[in-house]
C-alpha cells in the first residue's frame, strides 16, 4: 500500500524570462485557454481544470512544480506521508483553482510536487478543432532512476508502465500508459520533454499545419515509440523547451489483468509492462532514432 494514491496529473509549472512570449505560443499557437493570470502567474488550460500548465516570471527553468490530483483527502495524505518520512506543507495561497494544496519536495531533484483533490472549474468547455485534448506526461531526468521509482510506486501509488535499457521508466497513475517518465543522468537535469494528448491523428496533423503557420517545426516525427506505442512529434516552445504532441497511447483499462488494450501495432498479445531494448524499434517504430532524444 502506497502512502497516497495519484490519479491524475495536474500541472506543470514554467518559470520563464519572457511571460508574454510563453503565453502567447501556448494561446495563439497551441489554442489554450488563458484562464487567469497575477503575481502568481499565469494559468493556462485545455479544458474543465482550471490550468494543466502555470507560467512564471524568473529564469528558464521548466518542470519547476509538478501538481498531482490524488484520490485520499489531504489530511490523511499527510498523514501517511508524515509516518513514511516525508515532510509536507499545507498551503492555501499557491493560486487560483487550487485553494488547499499539500507540497512536498520529489527527492533528487528537489521539485517542489503539489498534491491536491481537485481544482476548480475554468469555465472552458467544449470543441475546438486544434486545442489539445488535455496535459498527457512529463519527463524529466533524475540523477538515480531506483529511488525515484521507489518514490513513486512506493509513495505516490504510481505502477510501473515499461522500462527501456536500464536508464529511462515509464509510470502510470490511472489508465494512461504513463503520466511521469524519468531518464536517469549524470549529465543533464530538470525537464527531458513535456506532452499533451491529441484527439486522433488528424487533429494531431491539423495542429502541425498550425504549428508550420506560425513558423514552429517538428525536430522529430511523426512516429510511433515502442513504450506507450503513442504516434509522436516534437518541437521546441520559445524558451527552447521540448514539446510532444502525440495520441493513441497505450490504455490499461483491467489493473487486475495488467496489460494494454490490444492494438494492431503491439509486439506481442496480451501485450504488458516489459523492459525494452534500447534500439530502433523501441525508440521509433518507423524510424528514425533522434540522437539527442536518448542522450543521458
Ligand atoms: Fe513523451
Redesign the pocket.
Known sequence: MSAVNVSKLGYVGFETPDVERLVEYYTRVLDFVLVEGDDRGAFLTTGVDHHCVVVTKGGTRARQVVGYEISDDLDTAAELLKESGYVTQRRSDIGPGTPDVLVLEEPGTGVPLHLITAQDPSGVAGFTPLRPTKL??V?AYTPELAPMQSFYQDLLGFKWSDTVGDFFVFLRCNADH?AA?FMASQKYSGM????YEMRDPNHLISMLDHLAQHDYRLHWGPGR?GP?H?L?TYHRDPDGNVI?L?TQIDVVHDEAKGFWEPRPWHEEFPMGPRTWEVDMATVNQWGPIDPPSLDH
Open positions: 498527457g506526461h519527463a504513463h517518465n527531458h520533454h513535456i506532452a515509440h506507450g503513442n509522436f510532444e502525440f
